[in-house]
């Protein structure tokens, strides 16, 4: 069940330390996964008994003993789990430290961490599954090798995840299974969503700054993005383009709407943090349409899934309008006659606009929350406020 389907996006975020805490983050990925957890544990079990085949003696090859193994299988299988989600989302800290350092040295530090954690369950599990855990046999060989089985799993599957997470899993089964190999015609959602202001801040604070301001903010967006369904298509400049299949569940396309507004709650939440960062807080806006889009490979010495399209064009215009209209949020009405408006959010007033490139005119409507984000009430008036308005506004309140 995607966690968009009943829930206010006001209180998605709320919390202290709803953004960056572990328990919540491990919560609604297994919410997602249930269908990958029970495949972990079929996996585990197997590869406990495999092992118990292929390594112990022979006298060991019985019922009791393969029960004993299927179950510290499962075991390490859920808590190398565990570990991996952990330091996909670590505390705020642990993980700037980890993103200064080559992605080499950290491919290495994950590794060890995981190793260090398996090899420290595995003899708990020892310990409550044998009668006789620690002989000098299982100590001197079979402890050394799990710890070494241990740490080159760690490091091939750290590899594996970390370059899935470079060019996107989707993207990459889709490369794998040759989806897209010839050009396909889908019906997609698709938002563009743009750091307001970006310009003359990176004026004032500098480029270098800017661009640190820029990775955090994505960093930080990427986590509702993904609670809500949404596919990167591409990061282009301080700009993000997200996809989302259109659905016909009309409650499923109303996704990108929560989304936007998901990433809102979290940047008020963490916008104490941005100003002791960078002295600003960023402030966004996005333009979401619907319609078919022409998706296929290109390239050859570096390849890509390119999306193409009159939907992508309007899509990126209606971004522009949002600087015209003063708004944050505008959508289509072909996104809108598809999509139930959630509860919390209200309409604009229907307008037809023109947009460069297209001369047909597109109905437009701005979509706005009927409450706004604690963040908007101390930053109206301006794209960015530095820390100094920002404590000065909340002097005089």
């Not at 949404?230 to 996809?243: C, Q, S």
């Not at 916008?271 to 296929?296: D, K, T």
Request: contains cysteine.
């Amino acid at each position: 069940m995607d966690l968009d389907e009943h829930a206010d996006p006001r209180q998605l975020w709320r919390g202290e330390g709803a953004a960056t805490a572990w328990v919540p983050f491990l919560t609604r990925y297994a919410r997602r996964h249930l269908g990958f957890l029970a495949g972990l544990v079929i996996v585990g079990a197997a590869l406990g008994i495999g092992y118990r085949y292929l390594f112990d003696p022979l006298e060991q090859r019985v019922p009791s003993f393969f029960l004993r193994s299927s179950l510290h299988g499962i075991g390490l299988a859920i808590v190398g789990w565990s570990v991996h989600l952990s330091l996909v989302a670590p505390p705020k800290r642990l993980r700037d430290r980890l993103r200064q350092l080559p992605q080499i040295s950290e491919l290495a530090i994950k590794a060890l961490i995981m190793t260090a954690v398996l090899t420290i369950v595995t003899i708990g599990l020892q310990l409550l599954l044998y009668s006789e855990p620690f002989s000098r046999s299982w100590l001197a060989d079979s402890l050394p090798l799990i710890v070494a089985i241990a740490f080159c799993v760690s490091l091939v599957a750290g590899g594996i995840f970390e370059f899935q997470r470079l060019i996107g899993g989707r993207v990459l089964g889709s490369f794998l299974l040759g989806t897209y190999r010839r050009p396909r015609r889908e019906q997609r959602i698709v938002m563009f969503l743009d750091m307001a202001g970006s310009t003359a801040l990176a004026e004032e604070i500098g480029e270098v700054r800017m661009h640190d301001l820029i990775t955090r903010f994505f960093f930080d967006i990427d986590q509702p993005i993904a609670d809500f369904g949404g596919e990167v298509h591409a990061y282009v400049g301080d700009e993000v383009i997200v996809t989302w299949p259109l659905s016909d569940e009309p409650r499923r396309n109303v996704r990108p709407l929560r989304c936007f507004f998901a990433a809102e709650d979290l940047i008020a939440d963490l916008a104490r943090s941005y100003l002791q960062e960078f002295g600003v807080v960023p402030h966004f806006r996005a333009g979401v349409h619907a319609g078919p889009v022409v998706i296929s490979e290109c390239g050859d010495v570096k390849r890509q899934i390119a999306f193409f399209g009159d939907t992508m064009n309007v899509a990126s215009r209606l971004c522009d309008h949002t600087k015209v209209a003063g708004e944050v949020l505008v959508a289509s009405a072909e996104l809108l006659k598809s999509a139930p408006l959630p509860p919390g959010l209200s309409l604009g007033t229907p307008e037809r606009i023109t947009l460069r490139g297209r001369r047909a005119p597109i109905e437009v409507r701005t979509v706005r929350r009927d409450q706004p984000a604690v963040s908007n009430l101390l930053l109206s008036g301006s794209d960015h406020r530095t820390r100094d308005e920002a404590t000065s506004d909340q002097s005089r309140r």
